[in-house]
């Protein structure tokens, strides 16, 4: 059920979305780093929601500042479980 509840959510995110979110939680972001990390959400999240998490998280490492990763980590940790 929670699957199915964030494919739909994923579904109507939007760039913006990720740039409020990063400015509520004090997470800088730069614009190709929005363009990756949207593009991971909107076309990798299958992939992620079935198993392959750490594969899509070791990809993304080396296409972000640390900091931004490290960020994307600790989201991960708190809300794996949730999945």
Do not use: R, W
């Not at 076309?43 to 296409?63: A, M």
Request: proline share 1%.
């Amino acid at each position: 059920m929670n699957k199915l509840i964030i494919i739909n959510y994923i579904n109507k995110l939007t760039k913006n979305d990720i740039i409020t979110y990063c400015q509520k939680s004090s997470i800088p972001i730069t614009e190709d780093e929005l363009d990756i990390i949207y593009y991971y959400i909107k076309n990798k999240h299958k992939e992620f929601l079935n198993g392959y998490d750490k594969q899509i998280l070791e990809e993304i490492k080396y296409k972000v500042k640390s900091a931004t990763y490290n960020k994307i980590l600790e989201l991960y940790n708190k809300y794996k479980d949730k999945l």
